[in-house]
């Protein structure tokens, strides 16, 4: 019998995408949040997730694929 792949499918949380300014701790992109949701309100970035009314979050690699995207753009 083959093994089935399973795709997983992780979800990141703003904080996980941003840097957060009190601390210093670094994200997945060198920006603030505000700055993040300005993206998203502008079309930019990629479109949120809600799960539920306080939990809203983007498919991670929606969010890496942004990335690379911009780096492109800035090269």
Do not use: Q
Request: some cysteine.
């Amino acid at each position: 019998m083959a093994s089935e792949v399973v795709a997983t499918h992780a979800y990141l949380r703003v904080s996980d995408i941003t840097r957060n300014r009190r601390t210093g701790t670094p994200g997945l992109l060198p920006v603030t949040a505000s700055t993040w949701w300005s993206w998203v309100k502008a079309g930019k970035a990629p479109a949120p997730i809600k799960l539920s009314p306080g939990c809203t979050v983007w498919r991670e690699a929606d969010v890496r694929a942004f990335a690379e995207s911009i780096g492109k753009e800035a090269a």
